[in-house]
């Protein structure tokens, strides 16, 4: 059985830091690209950072130079630091897995609460 564990979500004040981390089981990890999404009350679910087999990394426009995702294919998890937090980063992250070699298989976290306020 897949699992994808998101951690590391919380509450912090606007300039504030925090890691959150997904730890994956049951599925070939180096073979998934990975992502973060993030969803608010207010907005659709979005695209806030993925990271290939290969490592490339692409970043939404609203966290580039703040976040940065990371990978450890020996721990079967993928990070993503969140620097410089503002309030409008307040939302529920989601950590995905899609299989890019082999067959096509997708996977989703239950998601992680992360909370920037004053």
């Known amino acids: 059985q897949v699992q994808l564990v998101e951690s590391g979500g919380g509450s912090v004040r606007p300039g504030g830091s925090l890691r959150l981390s997904c730890e994956s089981s049951g599925l070939a990890f180096p073979y998934h690209r990975m992502t973060w999404y993030r969803q608010s009350p207010a907005q659709e679910r979005e695209l806030v950072a993925t990271i290939g087999t290969d490592r490339h990394t692409t970043y939404a426009d609203s966290v580039k130079g703040r976040f940065t995702i990371s990978r450890d294919n020996a721990k079967n998890t993928v990070y993503l630091q969140m620097n410089s937090l503002k309030p409008e980063d307040t939302a529920v992250y989601y950590c995905?897995?899609?299989?890019?070699?082999?067959?096509?298989?997708?996977?989703w976290g239950q998601g992680t609460q992360v909370t920037v306020s004053s």
């Open positions: 995905n897995a899609v299989q890019v070699v082999g067959p096509r298989s997708e996977y």
